[in-house]
């Protein structure tokens, strides 16, 4: 199994950035699609972006030119730059991992992460 840890959030005001990681252990993250999805008091778990083996990238369009994630196999680490943050971004994003599942489905993903609060105020 995989084991994934989210690093990185925090309390940031509008208009401000923040960089999230993924530190993957027991496995290698080459093999792996990596997702990130969050989720915000009384609202359901939405995918925020995912990038799949070959590095082809998926994004929301609510994040879509402000967020980007990216992946270092070398380090088995993967990454969400988070710039010009809303208040509407605030929520817990976690990052999730799967091997042949649709990227895009919070269902297919196996293994996820604890979490991290990302804060962003007015």
């Known amino acids: 199994q995989v084991q994934l840890v989210e690093s990185g959030g925090g309390l940031v005001q509008a208009g401000g950035s923040l960089r999230l990681s993924c530190a993957a252990s027991g496995d290698f993250l080459n093999d792996y699609l990596l997702g990130w999805f969050r989720q915000a008091p009384g609202k359901e778990r939405e995918l925020v972006a995912a990038?799949?083996?070959?590095?082809?990238?998926y994004y929301a369009d609510t994040v879509k030119g402000r967020f980007t994630v990216s992946r270092d196999n070398a380090k088995n680490m993967g990454a969400l730059q988070m710039s010009n943050l809303k208040p509407e971004d605030t929520a817990v994003y976690y990052c999730?991992?799967?091997?042949?599942?649709?990227?895009?489905?919070?269902?297919?993903?196996?293994?996820w992460g604890q979490g991290t609060q990302v804060t962003v105020s007015s």
């Open positions: 999730a991992t799967q091997k042949t599942g649709n990227p895009l489905i919070a269902a297919q993903y196996n293994y």
């Open positions: 990038i799949n083996i070959e590095s082809m990238t």
